[in-house]
């Protein structure tokens, strides 16, 4: 009996929990509001990429002519990131 | 409550299988309704494997021995301390703690994709609810893996803890081995994820890349405090003997340092795809093999608790998961190209793939090892085993390879190391690895071993790069801030705390392997059979058999031993003297008499060690209890049919007549020099993982106003 009982109110506890989404009862969250997430990490890698490019040339671990190659490239990519930020508002 | 403990896995099985479901539609339809769902079930599984163990804990707390796991593997002279830990020591327990650790792991990782990567997610979700229902049905639909099975009638004593895992390491060792094994998990699922998606760029990688460093930590910590446990409790003197399971631990740690490097060069440079969710299958089968040896009995091992009938579908999951993982690798091969190519053998991502070599070929040698005596008796009829020494013919000259290696790694350059890159960055590490040498050779006896000679050059030589890596690296931040030295610094590696934590565990293992080579080379270890007033020597120790010890009740280190026999040694060492007392301890027996029973049961050795920077003094004794054999029949059968307090005090009466004709006690000493240097290193990877793993603001304001400023700049322009 306490077993069926406990089987019966955590299987209930349960269904409900995981069939909120499918009746509308919570902000499944925008693809907008996804894809700014999205963006937001991406430049957060990037940026620390490009620190990190910075730190190795400071430090003797990147020539000049690859630091500058791949500082450029980065910062070009960080400016896309931050252009498509700007087209989600 | 067992019965509400059997409800809890019944709907926790239900319930992952919807989130199997849920997140397989989610994948294919791209419902976000039916993805949320999924990841809410994964919560609903956390909650679930919580309460199902708070009952199995506070059964063993309360000693209900109507629970069969509690009667197994507890009892109620056993201290609470143990009690607490004896979950993991049974197979049911221990798949509990593996299906808890996921549904944790799990939700704590939906939580924080729940806002990303919304392709890769819900099939995150489903294989991460696959893991967890194989194990769910594990405990479900086999006897001997029901964690919430019950005894009727009620027995009336449990059979108590093995006492060989009363051991406060023991304490933590489990969980923290299958914190790893089930960490890595994660990143799996998310590799899976990214390959059905063919979005195999970095995303999944920046996901969990915390979580395989958590899980690299723990695995490699656990593995720390076995060998701890092995060299302070098993009473051998060794703290690493290539057991099965040992080596099933180190396997995945391997192929995870070996993930957690090339993925930096994935995130840097696009290479590597194809390696890294390679090893990442790798790393989680490799982990599932873990499990499977500990759990089937499969191999001999110190480890493996019994025979087990969960061997099978262990094996049968095991190849699923290589088989399917292969095949989707195979049909995404077109995904996982390059984004570059190597430039130069002489660049940081060519060290990257050669550490990366070494550590897969370390691991190969050892699965070979480990699995040899299953292949010779497959091929011959015949199980052989390869031994300690074969393992370390081939695992010092790759150890000491990776050791060159880990300090290469920092400070090579990217792309192509020019001539002026090597003498800048080189210069000084080099230097540092012939002045050890030098030293060593005409200061110290290490010349009579080449290898622990290589082996302290080449740390030298790292420890060297690592200090020259936080010199210059501070010293570029104060040339940009002008800062002060130490707060610029504490500001660089606050900023960089991956690199910089990085550099720390380099360092840590490099001490570790430090530790490993000087005493595995210049330990001295001595057996010998001695009768109070005797002695023996034991490198530059002198130990004389002072008299021996005879308790009842007084084992000092709690682990609710009944007996302990030991022996007070006199130390001598030069001008130093100290005394220690080594024992073993006897624990009771469930199927002799009332009296032999004291004496028949499992004994543990109480090993003395006394730690020293440059080297330690280990002692271990082994009384010889058949000398009381004749009182203990004599005892047996005057006092059979006795009450419980008569046969107490014949126990007492043996036992005091070892202490007062002491027969010749058996002895091992070992002087070992470094041991503890192994502990300080693992110490200081934990340091530098936790670094690593220290969470850091958002990037908004880690950014500093100059790359905003010039970013701001660059933006207007393009």
Same mark, same amino acid.
């Given at each position: 009996?306490?077993?069926?009982?406990?089987?019966?109110?955590?299987?209930?506890?349960?269904?409900?929990?995981?069939?909120?989404?499918?009746?509308?009862?919570?902000?499944?969250?925008?693809?907008?509001?996804?894809?700014?997430?999205?963006?937001?990490?991406?430049?957060?890698?990037?940026?620390?990429?490009?620190?990190?490019? *910075?730190?190795?040339?400071?430090?003797?671990?990147?020539?000049?002519?690859?630091?500058?190659?791949?500082?450029?490239?980065?910062?070009? *990519?960080?400016?896309?990131?931050?252009?498509?930020?700007?087209?989600?508002? | 409550?067992?019965?509400?403990?059997?409800?809890?896995?019944?709907?926790?099985?239900?319930?992952?299988?919807?989130?199997?479901?849920?997140?397989?539609?989610?994948?294919?339809?791209?419902?976000?309704?039916?993805?949320?769902?999924?990841?809410?079930?994964?919560?609903?599984?956390?909650?679930?494997?919580?309460?199902?163990?708070?009952?199995?804990?506070?059964?063993?707390?309360?000693? /209900?021995?109507?629970?069969?796991?509690?009667?197994?593997?507890?009892?109620?002279?056993?201290?609470?301390?143990?009690?607490?830990?004896?979950?993991?020591?049974?197979?049911?327990?221990?798949?509990?703690?593996?299906?808890?650790?996921?549904?944790?792991?799990?939700?704590?990782?939906?939580?924080?994709?729940?806002?990303?990567?919304?392709?890769?997610?819900?099939?995150?979700?489903? +294989?991460?609810?696959? +893991?967890?229902?194989?194990?769910?049905?594990?405990?479900?639909?086999?006897?001997?893996?029901?964690?919430?099975?019950?005894?009727?009638?009620?027995?009336?004593?449990?059979?108590?803890?093995?006492?060989?895992?009363?051991?406060?390491?023991?304490?933590?060792?489990?969980?923290?081995?299958?914190?790893?094994?089930?960490?890595?998990?994660?990143?799996?699922?998310?590799?899976?994820?990214?390959?059905?998606?063919?979005?195999?760029?970095?995303?999944?990688?920046?996901?969990?890349?915390?979580?395989?460093?958590?899980?690299?930590?723990?695995?490699?910590?656990?593995?720390?405090?076995?060998?701890?446990?092995?060299?302070?409790?098993?009473?051998?003197?060794? !703290?690493?003997?290539?057991?099965?399971?040992?080596?099933?631990?180190?396997?995945?740690?391997?192929?995870?340092?070996?993930?957690?490097?090339?993925?930096?060069?994935?995130?840097?440079?696009?290479?590597?795809?194809?390696?890294?969710?390679?090893?990442?299958?790798?790393?989680?089968?490799?982990?599932?093999?873990? #499990?499977?040896?500990?759990?089937?009995?499969?191999? &001999?091992?110190?480890?493996?608790?019994?025979?087990?009938?969960?061997?099978?579908?262990?094996?049968?999951?095991?190849?699923? +998961?290589?088989?399917?993982?292969?095949?989707?690798?195979?049909?995404?091969?077109?995904?996982?190209?390059?984004?570059?190519?190597? /430039?130069?053998?002489?660049?940081?991502?060519?060290?990257?793939?050669?550490?990366?070599?070494?550590?897969?070929?370390?691991?190969?040698?050892?699965?070979?090892?480990?699995?040899?005596?299953?292949?010779?008796?497959?091929?011959?009829?015949?199980?052989?085993?390869?031994?300690?020494?074969?393992?370390?013919?081939?695992?010092?000259?790759?150890?000491?390879?990776?050791?060159?290696?880990?300090?290469?790694?920092?400070?090579?350059?990217?792309?192509?190391? #020019?001539?002026?890159?090597? %003498?800048?960055?080189?210069?000084?590490?080099?230097?540092?690895?012939?002045?050890?040498?030098?030293?060593?050779?005409?200061?110290?006896?290490?010349?009579?071993?080449? #290898?622990?000679?290589?082996?302290?050059?080449?740390?030298?030589?790292?420890?060297?790069?690592?200090?020259?890596?936080?010199?210059?690296?501070?010293?570029?931040?104060?040339?940009?801030?002008?800062?002060?030295?130490?707060?610029?610094?504490?500001?660089?590696?606050?900023?960089?705390?991956?690199?910089?934590?990085? !550099?720390?565990?380099?360092?840590?293992?490099?001490?570790?392997?430090?530790?490993?080579?000087?005493?595995?080379?210049?330990?001295?270890?001595?057996?010998?059979?001695?009768?109070?007033?005797?002695?023996?020597?034991?490198?530059?120790?002198?130990?004389?058999?002072?008299?021996?010890?005879?308790?009842?009740?007084?084992? &000092?280190?709690?682990?609710?031993?009944?007996?302990?026999?030991?022996?007070?040694?006199?130390?001598?060492?030069?001008?130093?003297?100290?005394?220690?007392?080594?024992?073993?301890?006897?624990?009771?027996?469930? /199927?002799?008499?009332?009296?032999?029973?004291?004496?028949?049961?499992?004994?543990?050795?109480?090993?003395?060690?006394?730690?020293?920077?440059?080297?330690?003094?280990?002692?271990?004794? &082994?009384? /010889?209890?058949?000398?009381? &054999?004749?009182?203990?029949?004599?005892?047996?059968?005057?006092?059979?049919?006795?009450?419980?307090?008569?046969?107490?005090?014949?126990?007492?009466?043996? +036992?005091?007549?070892?202490?007062?004709?002491?027969?010749?006690?058996?002895?091992?000493?070992?002087?070992?020099?470094?041991?503890?240097?192994?502990?300080?290193?693992?110490?200081?990877?934990?340091?530098?993982?936790?670094?690593?793993?220290?969470?850091?603001?958002?990037? %908004?304001?880690?950014?500093?106003?100059?790359?905003?400023?010039?970013?701001?700049?660059?933006?207007?322009?393009?």
């Amino acid at each position: 009996m306490e077993y069926v009982l406990a089987l019966v109110v955590l299987a209930v506890l349960v269904t409900v929990v995981v069939a909120r989404p499918w009746v509308g009862g919570e902000d499944l969250g925008g693809r907008v509001d996804e894809r700014r997430s999205e963006l937001e990490a991406a430049k957060e890698a990037k940026y620390r990429e490009i620190r990190d490019v *910075q730190l190795d040339h400071a430090t003797g671990k990147l020539s000049e002519e690859d630091y500058k190659k791949t500082d450029r490239e980065l910062r070009g *990519q960080a400016i896309e990131i931050l252009k498509r930020l700007d087209e989600l508002d | 409550m067992a019965a509400v403990g059997s409800a809890c896995l019944v709907v926790a099985f239900l319930t992952v299988i919807y989130a199997a479901g849920a997140g397989l539609y989610a994948g294919r339809t791209g419902s976000r309704a039916a993805a949320v769902s999924g990841r809410r079930a994964i919560y609903c599984l956390a909650g679930l494997m919580l309460l199902a163990t708070a009952i199995l804990e506070a059964a063993y707390l309360r000693t /209900d021995l109507s629970f069969r796991l509690v009667a197994n593997n507890s009892s109620t002279d056993t201290p609470t301390f143990y009690k607490l830990t004896a979950m993991w020591s049974s197979q049911a327990g221990s798949l509990m703690l593996w299906v808890l650790l996921l549904s944790l792991f799990s939700s704590a990782v939906l939580y924080s994709t729940r806002k990303s990567l919304r392709d890769i997610t819900p099939w995150a979700t489903a +294989v991460l609810a696959v +893991v967890a229902a194989f194990f769910l049905g594990l405990m479900l639909f086999f006897e001997e893996a029901r964690p919430f099975a019950t005894l009727m009638p009620v027995p009336a004593e449990g059979n108590g803890l093995n006492p060989l895992l009363r051991h406060p390491a023991m304490m933590f060792h489990p969980p923290m081995l299958y914190t790893g094994y089930v960490g890595f998990t994660i990143p799996f699922a998310f590799a899976v994820g990214a390959l059905i998606t063919r979005r195999t760029g970095a995303d999944w990688i920046h996901a969990t890349r915390r979580f395989a460093l958590i899980a690299w930590s723990f695995l490699g910590f656990g593995i720390l405090l076995g060998a701890l446990w092995s060299f302070a409790e098993l009473g051998w003197g060794g !703290y690493w003997a290539w057991d099965p399971v040992e080596n099933a631990s180190l396997m995945p740690w391997l192929t995870g340092t070996a993930f957690l490097h090339s993925i930096m060069i994935q995130e840097r440079r696009g290479m590597l795809k194809l390696w890294n969710v390679s090893l990442v299958i790798g790393t989680f089968v490799l982990a599932l093999l873990g #499990t499977f040896l500990v759990r089937s009995g499969i191999l &001999q091992s110190i480890h493996a608790f019994g025979e087990s009938t969960v061997g099978g579908p262990f094996l049968i999951f095991i190849g699923i +998961v290589l088989v399917g993982s292969v095949a989707l690798v195979i049909t995404r091969r077109t995904d996982l190209r390059p984004e570059a190519k190597f /430039d130069s053998l002489a660049s940081r991502e060519a060290v990257f793939l050669l550490n990366n070599l070494v550590l897969v070929a370390l691991c190969a040698f050892i699965f070979w090892g480990t699995f040899f005596p299953l292949i010779s008796e497959a091929l011959t009829g015949k199980s052989e085993s390869l031994g300690p020494p074969w393992f370390g013919l081939v695992v010092t000259p790759l150890a000491l390879v990776l050791v060159l290696l880990s300090g290469i790694g920092p400070v090579i350059a990217w792309r192509r190391a #020019t001539v002026a890159n090597l %003498r800048r960055n080189f210069a000084f590490p080099v230097g540092a690895l012939v002045a050890t040498l030098l030293v060593l050779i005409f200061l110290t006896p290490a010349a009579g071993s080449g #290898t622990s000679l290589i082996m302290f050059s080449f740390v030298g030589f790292t420890v060297a790069v690592v200090i020259q890596e936080f010199w210059r690296g501070s010293a570029a931040r104060r040339s940009m801030t002008g800062e002060p030295r130490g707060v610029a610094l504490v500001r660089l590696v606050g900023r960089n705390r991956r690199r910089y934590g990085g !550099y720390l565990v380099h360092v840590g293992i490099a001490v570790m392997l430090l530790g490993v080579a000087a005493s595995s080379a210049f330990a001295d270890q001595q057996d010998a059979r001695l009768s109070p007033g005797q002695s023996m020597k034991a490198g530059e120790y002198t130990i004389t058999y002072r008299k021996p010890t005879a308790e009842i009740l007084g084992d &000092q280190s709690g682990t609710g031993a009944p007996i302990t026999l030991g022996a007070i040694l006199d130390v001598q060492r030069g001008n130093r003297h100290f005394v220690v007392s080594p024992s073993r301890n006897y624990y009771p027996s469930g /199927d002799a008499g009332p009296i032999s029973r004291f004496f028949e049961g499992e004994a543990t050795s109480e090993v003395v060690v006394r730690w020293g920077l440059l080297g330690d003094f280990w002692a271990a004794v &082994q009384p /010889d209890i058949e000398a009381l &054999q004749g009182p203990i029949q004599e005892a047996e059968s005057r006092f059979a049919d006795s009450s419980g307090q008569v046969q107490a005090t014949a126990i007492q009466a043996i +036992v005091q007549s070892y202490a007062n004709n002491p027969p010749p006690a058996a002895f091992r000493v070992i002087d070992t020099p470094m041991v503890v240097w192994i502990w300080l290193g693992g110490g200081i990877v934990m340091m530098g993982a936790l670094t690593a793993l220290w969470p850091g603001g958002s990037g %908004r304001r880690r950014l500093s106003s100059v790359y905003a400023a010039r970013l701001g700049r660059e933006l207007e322009r393009a």
